[in-house]
């Protein structure tokens, strides 16, 4: 009694793409480092599972061609060898029970569950030109603000954290969150979370400095897909990323872009080269700045004409306001914090809980599947459930759980 797919899109596959949109049409939105540092970690992965394989066939000669042999690798040689035979196993089930846990614990976004956030996952599958739409959930963020995409076998999967998802109270801003959930999406669209990929990346993440390259072009690859969505949304999220859900729109992100320019020297540069996502001020330069790609090792060089309100912390500390530098300019800053207050304000709407708003409805989202005990009363054949009752349920009450 599975479900008998009848959409006109081609099955998700193992093998496949997850989308459907042509190669030079993905490759445009893909960040111009990306590829390159992807062919150095599947040679750095091919080198090691190489160099493994010669050393195993030469150690299985020795043992009958050298007198007294006695195989001994070395620590690193065998760690490699360990991890290089389990390697796809161990990703497989890690996966595997990640994606268990989000089904058994997460709340899932459907059309009766957070609407709102399941129209703009439909609409990022669309503009991602994905096979079917991704399985998305929403849980407890306990303070974090982060989201992120997986899969499991052929399945794709994305997670927001509830912090993230809340963007709150009046600072609530769904374009940024349509441009979050285009940025997941675009990670599956663009074979970030594919199984094979992460096998033959694995190597290669684990190198310092190198394999955080490789993840920072990923992550501008993704910034493009959201982009395409949601370009309203994309300095927005930066605010959410840099403050918090509360003080999204109270950040000036014109500001927060303009220092990547003027934050320069050693340790910043160092800073950045081991981050896995890109500084979050480079970031918000290359979505205000769509005319070349973000930056992955050195900071970007020009800033439109904008007037600085600070003299930037690179500078030498002598060259800082003093404090009665600072009490001047405060009193004459004509948008003083009585009429333009930054804090923000919380405000939270009442409502009732969701199951005593939401009407019952049947499993219509996909034609051909009823649950299991209403197995046997109607004869689906491919044809849409009957209306729902009366009473709003969608379900025999004879046979409801």
């Known amino acids: 009694m599975r479900q008998h797919p009848v959409s006109p899109f081609p099955e998700p596959r193992l093998f496949r793409f997850q989308s459907l949109l042509p190669f030079k049409f993905i490759n445009a939105l893909r960040h111009p480092g990306e590829i390159p540092w992807l062919l150095a970690a599947y ?19 020795a043992m009958f061609t050298v007198d ?5 690798p070395g620590e690193l040689v065998q760690q490699l060898l360990v991890i290089g035979l389990y390697l796809p196993l161990a990703i497989f089930w890690v996966r595997a029970l990640m994606y268990a846990q ?7 976004i459907s059309p009766t569950q957070f609407p709102e956030a399941y129209q703009m996952l439909v609409d990022a599958a669309r503009a991602a030109g994905l096979r079917r739409v991704p399985d998305a959930y929403v849980v407890v963020g306990n303070g974090q603000i982060n989201a992120f995409a997986s899969g499991h076998g052929h399945r794709r999967f994305i997670v ?4 993230l998802f809340e963007i ?26 594919g199984y094979f990929r992460l096998i033959f990346t694995s190597f290669f993440q684990q190198i310092p400095y190198l394999g955080a390259t490789l993840s920072r072009a990923q992550e501008y690859t993704a910034d493009n897909f959201g982009f395409r969505l949601a370009p309203g949304g994309a300095m ?3 605010g959410v990323l840099s403050a918090g859900k509360y003080l999204v729109n109270e950040v000036n992100t014109d500001e927060l872009a303009n220092r990547a320019v003027f934050e320069d020297g050693f340790f910043t540069w160092l800073a950045n080269l081991n981050m896995s996502h890109p500084a979050t001020t480079w970031r918000a330069h290359a979505l205000r700045d769509r005319s070349e790609p973000g930056r ?6 020009f800033n439109p004409p904008y007037p600085l309100s600070m003299i930037p912390a690179a500078e030498p500390a002598a060259a800082w306001a003093d404090p009665l530098q600072a009490s001047d300019f405060m009193a004459t800053y004509p948008e003083r914090p009585g009429n333009n207050n930054h804090f923000g304000i919380v405000v939270t709407d009442q409502k009732p809980p969701a199951r005593e708003r939401d009407r019952r409805v049947g499993d219509t989202l996909f034609n ?5 005990q209403m197995r046997g009363f109607w004869n689906t054949g491919g044809s849409p459930l009957p209306p729902p009752h009366e009473d709003g349920a969608g379900q025999d009450p004879q046979h409801s759980i």
Not at 43 to 61: N, P, R
């Open 236 to 238: 927005q999220t930066m």
């Open 368 to 372: 051909g599947w009823i649950p299991p």
């Open 296 to 301: 992955l090792v050195w900071r970007p060089k």
């Open 160 to 163: 927001v954290f509830s912090d």
């Open 168 to 193: 709150g109270g009046k600072a609530r801003n769904p374009e940024a969150l349509k441009f979050i959930i285009g940025h997941e999406v675009g990670h599956i669209a663009a074979g970030h979370v």
């Open 68 to 72: 007294d042999y006695v195989f001994s």
């Open 43 to 61: 040679m750095v992965t091919l080198f090691v599972y190489l160099a493994g394989a010669i050393y195993l066939i030469t150690s299985f000669i």
């Open 102 to 108: 989000m089904r058994i614990t997460g709340v899932r």
